[in-house]
């Protein structure tokens, strides 16, 4: 087929399908099984009435793979910081230059954090919220799961197309590994590994934790001025969605006007480019809010 113009509202597409073939237990391994690709091929030719191939989906599979891998990398580094208000990854310039020289893709985070987080997440390392397994490395962010550190290994393609008959499949995260003679100075070098990279969660935690006091002190002494200003900023954003062309009857609007209440969750909207993105960012926050999975 032609080349596929990978708008934000395919991939979205593209995302939830693969946390429906992967909870549908299509992906045992590393990647889908035929079932799952079969699944995923034919679902986007309803959805777009063209032609597929799984080779097509799968340079979307490596991509955004690659793009997960490196944000997860970012996010558990050394002494990292994220901003209070919009959550990104507030670091100097040096910090980024080289994480930039290391991987191209670091760059993309600059100004953004990681699209479809929780579903890749799913996706790339089975992860769902509070199934943090003995080979995980937690997240610096509150309330996020850790990730799978054999995940991590390589930002190159999954080899791992074969049938799946073939394969071994890896323990669950939840279970114990078994020390042995030949894995034991392997599972030490984890073990150390593990305990460093809680040490620096709990450092870039509290510096979260001290900025968070702050804006609450702030926030509590703050002037009637503020006030009208967050205000008049709520009546801002919901104008701009109904200039945008969203219906002030969808459930979209009334999602919004619930979640942009929240005066940190404005931080992450703010720099959302387009009322489309906003609206699918509104949809997938209050969903959370409510404890429903994302669709």
Same mark, same amino acid.
């Given at each position: 087929? @032609?080349?596929?113009?990978? %708008?934000?509202?395919?991939?979205?597409?593209?995302? /939830?399908?693969?946390?429906?073939?992967?909870? *549908?237990?299509?992906?045992? /391994? $590393? %990647?889908?099984?035929?079932?799952?690709?079969?699944?995923?091929? +034919?679902?986007?030719?309803?959805?777009?009435?063209?032609?597929? &191939?799984?080779?097509?989906?799968?340079?979307?599979?490596?991509?955004?793979?690659?793009?997960?891998?490196?944000?997860?990398?970012?996010?558990?580094?050394?002494?990292?910081?994220?901003?209070?208000?919009?959550?990104?990854?507030?670091?100097?310039?040096?910090?980024?230059? $080289?994480?930039?020289?290391?991987?191209?893709?670091?760059?993309?985070?600059?100004?953004?954090?990681?699209?479809?987080?929780?579903? !890749?997440?799913?996706?790339?390392?089975?992860?769902?919220?509070?199934?943090?397994?003995?080979? #995980?490395?937690?997240?610096? #962010?509150?309330?996020?799961?850790?990730?799978?550190? +054999?995940?991590?290994?390589?930002?190159?393609?999954?080899?791992?197309?074969?049938?799946?008959? %073939?394969? +071994?499949?890896?323990?669950?995260?939840?279970?114990?590994?078994?020390? &042995?003679?030949?894995?034991?100075?392997?599972?030490?070098?984890?073990?150390?590994?593990?305990?460093? @990279?809680?040490? !620096?969660?709990?450092?870039?935690?509290?510096?979260?934790?001290? #900025?968070?006091?702050? !804006?609450? $002190?702030? $926030?509590?002494?703050?002037?009637?001025?503020?006030?009208?200003?967050?205000?008049?900023?709520?009546?801002?954003?919901?104008?701009?969605?109904?200039?945008?062309?969203?219906?002030?009857?969808?459930?979209?609007?009334?999602? *919004? @006007?619930?979640?942009?209440?929240?005066?940190?969750?404005?931080?992450?909207?703010?720099?959302?480019? %387009?009322?489309? *993105?906003?609206?699918?960012?509104?949809?997938?926050?209050? !969903? /959370?809010?409510?404890?429903?999975?994302?669709?």
């Amino acid at each position: 087929m @032609s080349r596929v113009n990978w %708008t934000s509202n395919l991939t979205s597409f593209f995302v /939830n399908a693969l946390v429906d073939e992967c909870r *549908a237990g299509n992906r045992p /391994n $590393k %990647t889908l099984n035929r079932i799952g690709k079969g699944n995923i091929v +034919q679902r986007l030719k309803d959805h777009t009435g063209r032609d597929w &191939t799984w080779e097509t989906c799968k340079h979307k599979w490596d991509e955004l793979k690659k793009k997960w891998s490196c944000w997860k990398r970012l996010i558990k580094s050394n002494g990292i910081v994220f901003h209070p208000r919009t959550g990104l990854i507030d670091m100097p310039r040096n910090w980024w230059d $080289k994480q930039i020289a290391a991987n191209k893709l670091a760059k993309g985070f600059q100004q953004s954090r990681l699209e479809h987080e929780e579903q !890749l997440d799913y996706i790339f390392a089975k992860m769902d919220p509070g199934n943090v397994g003995p080979n #995980e490395v937690g997240g610096p #962010e509150g309330g996020q799961t850790g990730v799978p550190t +054999q995940y991590l290994d390589s930002d190159h393609s999954d080899a791992s197309d074969a049938d799946p008959q %073939t394969q +071994q499949p890896s323990p669950p995260p939840s279970q114990p590994v078994r020390m &042995t003679s030949m894995n034991a100075s392997s599972g030490k070098r984890q073990l150390s590994d593990l305990m460093v @990279s809680n040490s !620096l969660f709990w450092e870039g935690f509290s510096n979260f934790y001290q #900025e968070i006091s702050t !804006l609450k $002190k702030q $926030k509590q002494t703050g002037s009637a001025s503020n006030k009208a200003d967050e205000e008049a900023e709520y009546e801002t954003f919901m104008k701009e969605l109904l200039d945008g062309g969203l219906d002030p009857e969808s459930d979209e609007y009334f999602m *919004a @006007s619930e979640v942009l209440l929240d005066i940190p969750r404005r931080g992450a909207y703010r720099p959302l480019p %387009t009322v489309r *993105a906003k609206v699918a960012w509104i949809r997938r926050v209050y !969903l /959370n809010m409510k404890g429903q999975p994302p669709r």
